[in-house]
């Protein structure tokens, strides 16, 4: 029996290219810590799973841009159609937790920005106590009087991790623009590093064996890739039709392959989530 993958959400936050001589963009990559059950030591999008909080009757009150029903009309193949509007909470919550930008904006409509060294302070405390479950995020949205604009995460792509892999996800994709007067800083525990870069370079450092990827993360950086602005991107996102990906993996010529659902075969990625034991 195979398991069943757990609702996840992950956010490709992006950015213009920093050389403005370049026209370009760039996205956030970071780097899992290699003791981590799942992808050990490879790059990926911040992110993680659905907690009941992100979904919990209420939620809603801190939400602006879509509501409960249209989340799950826009995802109508979620595990529970109530868990929808989750994916676009978790989303924004993983990003702050684990790079410490929030997608949020003050009831006078304005973006959050964590410049002063007062803000920095205060919700650097918030994520340590998030990281360590001391407070739920909607306590810190409470006191702090902030609402989670959902309309700026686009949903982009659909990936559900391979059947015989113990460790699965049911995973999200949304492209946003990265919020401006805030700084990525890495959690250092599940993350032991980041780096922005354009999507064709973090293409060619892959190829090159410079930095480890999974498929889902090679495949929607070959999309964002033809893009050359973030408004570029986020139109292609709003008019998309996002189909699940749930690939295979099968051996050939005594390696294991990844094939795609249209049957691709990606020889030369072999697949390197977290494999069992074989003890």
Not at 91 to 99: L, S
Not at 117 to 126: A, L, P
Not at 151 to 176: C, G, N, Q
Request: glycine share 6%.
């Amino acid at each position: 029996m195979y398991a069943t993958p757990t609702d996840a959400a992950t956010v490709m936050l992006l950015r213009p290219c920093r050389n403005a001589a370049v026209k370009d963009i760039e996205v956030l990559m970071v780097l899992r810590n290699r003791r981590s059950r799942f992808v050990p030591g490879y790059h990926v999008y911040p992110g993680g799973i659905l907690d009941p909080e992100d979904f919990e009757p209420g939620i809603e009150r801190f939400c602006r841009g879509i509501e409960r029903k249209e989340a799950s009309e826009i995802l109508p193949d979620m595990s529970r159609p109530e868990k929808a509007l989750g994916a676009w909470v978790a989303g924004i919550r993983e990003t702050f937790e684990e790079v410490g930008m929030l997608i949020a904006l003050r009831k006078d409509g304005s973006p959050v920005t964590i410049q002063a060294e007062e803000e920095r302070k205060r919700f650097c405390d918030y994520r340590r106590a998030l990281n360590k479950s001391e407070i739920k995020f909607h306590q810190m949205l409470e006191k702090e009087d902030l609402i989670l604009p959902l309309d700026r995460l686009y949903y982009f792509s659909h990936w559900i991790t391979p059947e015989p892999l113990p460790l699965r996800y049911d995973v999200r994709f949304f492209v946003a623009e990265a919020p401006s007067g805030q700084a990525a800083i890495h959690d250092g525990m599940e993350l032991m590093e980041h780096i922005w870069l354009t999507p064709s370079r973090a293409l060619e450092e892959y190829e090159k064996g410079k930095i480890g990827m999974v498929l889902p993360q090679i495949m929607t950086l070959e999309e964002i890739s033809r893009f050359r602005t973030v408004e570029e991107a986020i139109a292609s996102a709003k008019a998309r039709r996002v189909p699940a990906n749930l690939t295979k993996i099968k051996r050939i010529n005594d390696e294991d392959v990844e094939v795609m659902p249209d049957g691709t075969v990606f020889e030369r990625r072999p697949p390197v989530y977290s494999w069992p034991s074989k003890e």
